[in-house]
T-cell receptor
C-alpha cells in the first residue's frame, strides 16, 4: 500500500466551529507532514512529525493544532479559523525526516482536504 | 538562502506540441536535491523526478525529459508531444544538504494543453 489517504475531501466550516482533518498511511513511514496550499500558490510546510513527536512547527497560529496519535495517523484540529485559512490542506509522509547529509527521504502526498471557512 | 524560481506562470499549447517548463534555483549547499511534481486539478501532488546535485546527466522517461545544468542553476522539464492529460500545475522544488527533507517549492507553472 503506497497511498496516503485524507478525510474529508471537502470541508466547509464556520468561524466558531471545531473540526478535524485526518491523514493516514500504512507504508511504515515514521515522518508525517501537514502543508497548506492557497489557490495559485505552492504548498507551504506547516508541521512535521517524526516518530510521533513534533519536529517542526513553522510558526503556525494556535488555531491549528496537530496531533499524531500513532505512526500511521496524523490529525489537524481546527478551531476558530478565519476565512483566510480557506485552502487545500495536504498531508505527506516519508520513511524518516532529517536524514544524514547526502540522503533524502521522498515524500508521498495525499489528495488533500479542500477547506472553506465561512 | 534557498530559492526556486519558475518564471512562467502559465503556458498554453496545442496537443502534440513540445513544451519546456523552466526552473532556476539558488542554494549555497554543495549537496542538494531537485524535484519536479505534477498537481492535476484533483489536488494530489504527484512526484515526477528527483535529481542529486552531483548527477548532471539528463534523464528521459517516455515523453518527459529533464535538463539539469549546474552552471546556470537550472533544472528544466520538457514534455514532448504534449497531451490533454498533461494539463496540470507543475512545481519545481529544492531541498538542501541540511534538513534534507524540507522542500522549497517554486511558484508553479500552469500548463494547459488544448485538443
Amino acid at each position: 500500500d503506497t497511498e496516503v489517504t485524507q478525510t474529508p475531501k471537502h470541508l466547509v466550516m464556520g468561524m466558531t466551529n471545531k473540526k478535524s482533518l485526518k491523514c493516514e498511511q500504512h507504508m511504515g513511514h515514521r515522518a508525517m507532514y501537514w502543508y497548506k496550499q492557497k489557490a495559485k500558490k505552492p504548498p507551504e510546510l506547516m508541521f512535521v512529525y517524526s516518530y510521533e513527536k513534533l519536529s517542526i512547527n513553522e510558526s503556525v497560529p494556535s488555531r491549528f493544532s496537530p496531533e499524531c496519535p500513532n505512526s500511521s495517523l496524523l490529525n489537524l484540529h481546527l478551531h476558530a479559523l478565519q476565512p483566510e485559512d480557506s485552502a487545500l490542506y495536504l498531508c505527506a509522509s516519508s520513511q524518516e525526516f532529517g536524514s544524514a547529509q547526502g540522503s533524502y527521504n521522498e515524500q508521498f502526498f495525499g489528495p488533500g482536504t479542500r477547506l472553506t471557512v465561512l | 538562502a534557498q530559492k526556486v524560481t519558475q518564471a512562467q506562470t502559465e503556458i498554453s499549447v496545442v496537443e502534440k506540441e513540445d513544451v519546456t517548463l523552466d526552473c532556476v534555483y539558488e542554494t549555497r549547499d554543495t549537496t542538494y536535491y531537485l524535484f519536479w511534481y505534477k498537481q492535476p486539478p484533483s489536488g494530489e501532488l504527484v512526484f515526477l523526478i528527483r535529481r542529486n546535485s552531483f548527477d548532471e546527466q539528463n534523464e528521459i522517461s517516455g515523453r518527459y525529459s529533464w535538463n539539469f545544468q549546474k552552471s546556470t542553476s537550472s533544472f528544466n522539464f520538457t514534455i514532448t508531444a504534449s497531451q490533454v492529460v498533461d494539463s496540470a500545475v507543475y512545481f519545481c522544488a529544492l531541498s538542501g544538504s541540511y534538513n534534507t527533507d524540507k522542500l522549497i517549492f517554486g511558484t508553479g507553472t500552469r500548463l494547459q494543453v488544448f485538443p
